[in-house]
T-cell receptor
Framework: NAGVTQTPKFQVLKTGQSMTLQCAQD?????MSWYRQDPGMGLRLIHY???????DQGEVPNGYNVSRSTTEDFPLRLLSAAPSQTSVYFC??????????FGPGTRLTVT | AQSVTQPDIHITVSEGASLELRCNYS??????LFWYVQSPGQGLQLLLK??????LVQGIKGFEAEFKRSQSSFNLRKPSVHWSDAAEYFC???????????FGKGTKLSVKP
């Protein structure tokens, strides 16, 4: 099993550009989520999904969009990138909300 | 509101010394608690978890944690630290039925030779 995979590993965007961070898992987990990690802030939940077709907002959803068309994939879209979205993004999955398995992260810089 | 507090931002210990990282949580019901470790440039790896039962839980890499309901604490311990334990450690509580995790801000561990 590959577990949770994320692409790309690194990305640089200019302000106003859009992009999609990819996340996939092969563990047949229903629950998937996106976090951002900023220095001194821990991890904060952006969006999550409890199954295909079901998504909801977390603590810091503004500027991000998600959809869940399959169990395996949970992409995160930045609609119009801003410097405040410079961060490390982690995707995670779990079996019905028990321990979460994290991907390796995407380091995003917005200039 | 649910929250997790890790009072120590940075701790330095000597190799071979014992370690205790503190975690306090605020949660109304019986909490599900986790400790994760993050090495530089890496993702998060689960060290151990507490759902119910024995309040002393064993994890990977020789770590253990004790759940104390009366103190709302879930401190992480290791009897003898190795240089490879240098990393950032996060305590988290499962908040709500959907399983969202609420993280503390982390404790960075440095290990002196």
């Amino acid at each position: 099993n590959a577990g949770v995979t994320q692409t790309p590993k690194f990305q640089v965007l200019k302000t106003g550009q859009s992009m999609t961070l990819q996340c996939a898992q092969d563990m047949n987990h229903e629950y998937m989520s996106w976090y951002r990690q900023d220095p001194g802030m821990g991890l904060r939940l952006i969006h999550y999904s409890v199954g295909a077709g079901i998504t909801d907002q977390g603590e810091v959803p503004n500027g991000y969009n998600v959809s869940r068309s399959t169990t395996e994939d949970f992409p995160l879209r930045l609609l119009s990138a801003a410097p405040s979205q410079t961060s490390v993004y982690f995707c995670a999955s779990s079996y019905y909300g028990y321990e979460q398995y994290f991907g390796p992260g995407t380091r995003l810089t917005v200039t | 509101a649910q929250s997790v507090t890790q009072p120590d931002i940075h701790i330095t210990v000597s190799e071979g010394a014992s370690l205790e990282l503190r975690c306090n949580y605020s949660y109304g019901a019986t909490p599900y608690l986790f400790w994760y470790v993050q090495s530089p440039g890496q993702g998060l790896q689960l060290l151990l978890k507490y759902f119910s039962g024995d309040t002393l839980v064993q994890g990977i890499k020789g770590f253990e944690a004790e759940f104390k309901r009366s103190q709302s604490s879930f401190n992480l311990r290791k009897p003898s630290v190795h240089w490879s334990d240098a990393a950032e450690y996060f305590c988290a509580v499962r908040g709500g039925s959907q399983g969202n995790l609420i993280f503390g801000k982390g404790t960075k561990l440095s290990v002196k030779p």
